[in-house]
């Protein structure tokens, strides 16, 4: 009785030491593959600027257009005194779109910058003394310029927190790989993957303060901790259930397209729970952390009318009135006429669940009048169609928002990323089938041996001859292995005598047997008559909840990147994740190698690992070759210009250009380079008439209405340069104002003649500003009489 409660506890710190020394491991090798990632993106940024040299206003110009909008915020929490007048200068702020009054906390996502600006300032007396000023000697005609680095310099602290996320994200993947495969190297696998295909996971060497470097550390770990829920039971579900609402509404609050990956992540559960992948349950809990996530975002983003009117909102809403009212109107699929009528309202109800979200979200729209995102529905159906507009043009002569191109397909296939990722999917998809075929067949083998058992006990009966028999030879088997599986529950009964607490313990733990793992696959056999060997198949199909999910949401970031090449980071982030299925620790599950071929089975991932890390090392090696220098003399001038004027000029322009205005000279404009706005695109609709076939009378009346003091104009948005043809101003405005195709451009008109109403008082080689006459004022000359 005492050996056996020994060796219990020693098989208990066995397993203890083995879990916590693993996870121990897993964090570490997070860490150092986080802090690695934050040096080498570190580097790529240096490299391709040459930040460290620079002065605070070329780094400032280095953020071009949406990245200087956003950081203009996180400068105003910074240089604002006191910290109060700085919240309440967002909060009203009147600079963005003169003369209107703007929350950006509502408009705009500005947490991150307003959260970093804050401990700035808290930490700035810590930070002040790592600053050491150098001069820069920029050439003969160029003056020299100061530059400043160290932590305690706003964009240093700045960039340098981008990086860590950056990181963070990295040793994220690490650790969901790990988690989805089952194996540290599978996790290293994810992270090499990375490596490989760096320039197609991530922007953030190249454009920092853009939203998704904030929100894509809080996605990963909310998709890991949702895999970790899918194979954690009732138990795990509750307990993460606080940790994902909470991380739901981080990712809601960093970035504006996180509506649209949840949207596809409540259809995908929704799809799972059709299937009866999961049950009701579990995707009752989903969706409750969803139900706080987003009405805590909303409450913190003051009421955000695109989220109040999101596609992903309304259909968590018709998700959630089918859960409550019509989750129980399923069908008991007893046969196969069942099943076909069963599958038949799968597709219906799913149908039905989407026709009434988007009418929902039509009645929303309509009702508060929000329009917020049309300019998104109408770039999807300029995809799939003849349609165009200005604003769709906008966006698709843009790289980062036409479709993927098949030169990244080529990079992902060099990179054996493409390939992996399918086998991977084909050998899970197979090895569901092959189970559940299994179990079947198996069944099938036991009925056919207790029939014949019973006709051979039926005969002897019949002759008269006694039978003495014991009962066949399948039911003393089973009994043998029962006998077997139950004897560690015996030890435990043993050890509940001496050790209550202890003995509880193992009580509650999983049996991992493989015996009665073996039997867990297939459902035990009920004493009623043989169903039809489809039915039973469907029976016996055992999906893997957390894998099916992550492979789903891979096919959604697909269409995704498909349709919006920018959003292939994160497409290709999460086919890393998939790939690390081809080391999975199980490889009896999901690999059908034969058991005498281990050696091979070992050669060969050593093959693929080793040259898997051989692309990312060929990849980070080609990166870091990559150097330039960061230069606009151009828009130094003008912003130098503006800066030297009084307060009171208000700017219009290209929305780069506005946005550098506002985030270095800190003058009030009237557009900007955020567009999810109805009043945000008519502005900008309204200033790049300067680029169309408009009456100077036209364009002066528009930016009167704006209180427009000044206009800026681009030479290369106005002749086309290093625009394709289909993409210059004029061709778009043809489109757009067919009638006046025939007129001469106005921004050549006020380039090269005098115009009324339009004031040259700034010019160089690529920008031009004009003063606007306000047409109230009226001159009168004097008169003699003769």
């Keep these: 009785m005492e050996e056996t409660v020994v060796e219990v506890r020693e098989s208990r710190f066995k397993r203890f030491t083995v879990k916590y020394g693993r996870n121990i491991l897993i964090a570490l090798l997070a860490i150092i593959i ?78 991150p910058e307003v959260i970093l600006g804050s401990v700035y300032r808290y930490l700035y007396p810590y930070l002040n003394g790592t600053v050491s000023c150098t001069t820069v000697f920029r050439g003969d005609d160029i003056p020299s310029v100061e530059s400043c680095n160290g932590l305690g310099v706003p964009m240093i602290f700045y960039v340098q927190s981008v990086f860590i996320l950056a990181g963070v994200t990295l040793g994220a993947l690490f650790i969901f790989g790990t988690t989805l495969s089952n194996s540290i190297l599978g996790g290293l696998v994810t992270v090499a993957q990375y490596l490989a295909n760096h320039a197609d996971c991530t922007r953030v060497a190249l454009a920092p303060a853009l939203r998704e470097n904030y929100a894509q550390p809080a996605l990963l770990l909310q998709m890991w901790l949702l895999t970790a829920q899918l194979r954690g039971g009732e138990q795990a579900l509750l307990g993460m259930q606080v940790s994902i609402f909470l991380i739901n509404c981080v990712c809601l609050l960093f970035w504006q397209f996180t509506q649209f990956i949840f949207f596809t992540q409540i259809f995908i559960f929704f799809v799972m729970e059709q299937l009866r992948i999961i049950d009701l349950k579990t995707f009752c809990i989903f969706l409750h952390s969803h139900f706080c996530g987003l009405h805590m975002a909303i409450l913190l983003l003051q009421g955000n009318d695109m989220l109040k009117t999101s596609i992903y909102t309304s259909f968590f809403i018709v998700v959630s009135i089918y859960c409550l009212f019509f989750s129980n109107m399923r069908i008991a699929v007893e046969t196969r006429l069942d099943l076909i009528l069963e599958s038949f309202l799968v597709v219906m109800r799913i149908a039905i669940v989407m026709i009434m979200s988007i009418c929902l979200k039509t009645e929303i729209r309509e009702f508060l009048l929000i329009f917020e995102d049309a300019h998104i529905w109408e770039i999807l159906w300029a995809k799939i169609s003849d349609y165009q507009s200005f604003h769709t043009k906008l966006y698709t002569c843009s790289e980062a928002f036409d479709f993927l191109p098949l030169e990244t397909w080529g990079h992902l296939w060099d990179s054996t990323l493409v390939p992996i990722a399918f086998v991977c999917v084909v050998n899970v998809t197979f090895k569901w089938i092959v189970d559940a075929y299994t179990c079947v067949h198996k069944k099938d083998k036991v009925l056919k041996k207790k029939k014949k058992a019973k006709d051979s006990d039926s005969s002897d009966d019949d002759s008269g001859i006694e039978n003495t028999m014991p009962e066949h030879k399948e039911d003393k088997i089973d009994e043998q292995e029962k006998e077997k599986e139950d004897n560690e529950d015996n030890k435990q009964i043993e050890v509940k005598k001496d050790d209550t607490d202890n003995a509880e313990e ?110 990312a090392y060929t990849n980070v090696q080609g990166q870091m070759k990559n150097l330039g220098e960061f230069s606009d003399l151009q828009l130094e001038e003008l912003l130098q210009w503006i800066s030297q004027t009084p307060a009171a000029p208000v700017f219009a322009g290209p929305v780069p250009v506005t946005s550098a205005v506002l985030l270095s000279a800190r003058r009030p404009i009237v557009n900007h380079p955020h567009y999810e706005n109805k009043e945000a695109r008519a502005r900008t609709y309204a200033v790049y008439k300067t680029y169309g076939k408009f009456s100077p009378l036209e364009l002066y009346v528009e930016l009167s209405r704006l209180k427009v003091t000044h206009l800026i104009v681009d030479r290369d948005y106005c002749y086309g340069s290093g625009m394709s043809d289909n993409c210059t101003f004029e061709s778009i405005w043809d489109r757009e104002a067919p009638a006046a195709a025939g007129e001469p451009r106005l921004c050549h008109l006020l380039l090269t003649s005098r115009v009324d109403h339009f004031y040259s008082v700034f010019r160089n080689h690529k920008y031009s500003v004009f003063k606007i006459h306000d047409f109230s004022v009226r001159y009168m000359p004097r008169s003699f009489d003769t």
């Design 34 to 111: 986080g802090y690695g990632h934050t040096q080498y993106v570190n580097i790529l940024f240096e490299n391709d600027l040459n930040f460290s040299m620079l002065s605070d206003l070329e780094r400032e110009m280095s953020f071009r257009s949406e990245q200087g909008f956003y950081y203009s915020y996180y400068k105003t929490i910074v240089e604002e005194e006191p910290y109060v007048a700085a919240i309440t200068r967002i909060m009203y702020d009147k600079h963005v779109e003169y003369p209107n009054e703007v929350n950006a906390f509502n408009r705009f996502n500005i947490i």
């Design 506 to 615: 193992i009580k509650n733990k999983p049996k991992t047997t493989d015996k009665k793992n073996k039997t867990d696959l297939c459902v035990k056999e009920k004493e009623k008559p043989p169903r039809d060997e489809l039915l039973e198949f469907l029976m016996n199909l055992k999906i893997d909840a957390g894998i099916f999910y992550n492979v789903s949401q891979m096919v959604a970031f697909m269409i995704m990147a498909v349709m919006i090449m920018r959003l292939k980071l994160l497409f290709v982030p999460h086919m890393c994740l998939v790939a690390s299925l081809v080391v999975t620790f199980e490889m009896e599950k999901f690999k059908r190698w034969p058991r005498a071929g281990a050696t091979l089975r070992s050669l060969f991932f050593t093959v693929l690992f080793a040259m898997i890390a051989w692309k």
